[in-house]
């Protein structure tokens, strides 16, 4: 499809395991963002890449958290050894570039309960 | 600090009735501001956004919002609600002033429409 990709769509795991998150931006776009969207927290800003710069990831909640692109395309959220409090969806999000006038279109969601 | 405060967390009007949707936001320069709605199982759509200009912008759907620097609002409207209105509605503002899309989201609120 034309859209932002992201799988799993929904993944339970257990705590203090290792979980990778997928996301697969529009074609053409060098900007990548990861959200985090929980109960508690609302919508949060994790990081993002834009281009080859260095990412920037002033929202990553600690040093669990990770995210690596790829080639300019695919990117992956790894969060390792889960805990309870990372249960959330996750939503990564892309647009031509960083820029606010380029319109973000975000996937929808890969969904993590952790237990 | 930045930050957007959307007052009203859960709203109910009758389909055909107006409706405001208020969005407050606490930023040092000027504001990138956007409208997004959030529907059961979809990614976050933006319905508009303001930069500069003309305070009265018009989005998608038939929404508009209008930009208040006296008053540090950004409400968002629609003259006639539809069933298919039903959702949630997060307002948020670029914390990297236009550079970035990083964004800095409110609590949102949640949408309810009467037949």
């Known amino acids: 499809g034309a859209g932002v990709s992201q799988s799993p769509s929904n993944k339970v795991t257990e705590k203090g395991k290792d979980v990778e998150l997928r996301c697969d931006p529009i074609s053409g776009h060098t900007a990548l963002y990861w959200y985090r969207q929980s109960l508690g927290q609302g919508l949060e800003f994790l990081i993002y890449?834009?281009?080859?710069?260095?990412?920037?990831k002033s929202g990553l909640p600690s040093d669990r958290f990770s995210a690596e692109r790829t080639g300019g395309s695919v990117s992956t959220l790894t969060i390792q050894r889960t805990q309870q409090e990372d249960s959330a969806v996750y939503l990564c999000a892309s647009s031509l570039d960083s820029n606010s006038g380029n319109t973000i279109y975000f996937g929808e969601g890969s969904w993590l309960t952790v237990v | 600090a930045q930050s957007v405060t959307q007052p009203d967390i859960h709203i109910t009007v009758s389909e055909g009735a107006s409706l405001e949707l208020r969005c407050n936001y606490s930023?040092?320069?000027?504001?990138?501001l956007f409208w997004y709605v959030q529907s059961p199982g979809q990614g976050l759509q933006l319905l508009l956004k303001?930069?500069?200009?003309?305070?009265l912008v018009q989005g998608i759907k038939g929404f508009e919002a209008e930009f208040k620097r006296s008053q540090s609002s950004f409400n968002l409207r629609k003259p006639s609600v539809h069933c298919s209105d039903a959702a949630e509605y997060f307002c948020a503002v670029d914390s990297g002033g236009g550079a970035t899309n990083k964004l800095i989201f409110g609590t949102g609120t949640l949408l309810a429409v009467q037949p």
């Open positions: 890449f834009q281009g080859n710069s260095a990412p920037d």
């Open positions: 930023y040092g320069a000027t504001p990138y």
């Open positions: 303001y930069f500069s200009g003309d305070t």
